[in-house]
């Protein structure tokens, strides 16, 4: 049975700024011992942020892929003890200068659970009010922020031109929701 695996420890292999990676023992179901590799994510959150029915996209550099992509506005969760709702307030002040009014839990995911433990909630934002920039860090210094309405952005999904996860599933759930 999937449920009968046993874990046994975690080695850190590395440790990064942001993951850690781990060598990760296991017993099987049949008393054998396995090691897997393992990426340890703090988490994040991320936002279907909505404004006169359109949603906030960035486009932003993505070092593993050498190159840049569409996404839902994001952010790992950096803060100890920072509720979600909040940093996913701060991720949208920070790349698309706005703060909302409505802050929904929409669904949540693990990106790439064969070999990472990232979990990601995904908020439907609203009533947005534009605030200061603030940008962290090179990317989102550099990033393209724009509007789509909503069902154009679900076409960019679906597509092809959007292959970031968080912003697929955050896309099609928010559709669902809204109706589009």
Avoid at 30 to 39: A, L, P
Avoid at 63 to 91: F, S
Avoid at 149 to 168: C, W
Wanted: contains cysteine; aromatic residues 8%.
């Amino acid at each position: 049975m999937a449920g009968d695996f046993t874990h046994l420890r975690d080695d850190l292999i590395h440790q990064g700024f942001v993951v850690g990676f781990y060598d990760s023992y296991f017993t099987t179901p049949d008393g054998d011992e396995i090691r897997r590799d393992v990426v340890k994510h703090p988490g994040a959150v991320s936002a279907v942020a909505i404004e006169d029915g359109e949603v906030w996209l960035v486009k932003q550099f993505r070092a593993p892929i050498r190159g840049v992509m569409w996404e839902l506005p994001a952010g790992k969760l950096d803060v100890p003890g920072e509720p979600l709702a909040d940093t996913v307030v701060r991720e949208l002040e920070e790349e698309i200068g706005r703060t909302p009014g409505t802050v929904e839990e929409l669904i949540a995911l693990h990106h790439s659970p064969g070999f990472c433990d990232e979990f990601q909630t995904v908020f439907l934002c609203g009533d947005l009010t534009e605030v200061p920039v603030r940008h962290d860090g090179p990317e989102e210094e550099h990033m393209v922020v724009q509007k789509f309405p909503l069902a154009t952005a679900v076409n960019m999904a679906l597509d092809g031109t959007i292959t970031d996860a968080k912003t697929i599933v955050g896309l099609l759930a928010a559709a669902r929701k809204l109706g589009i």
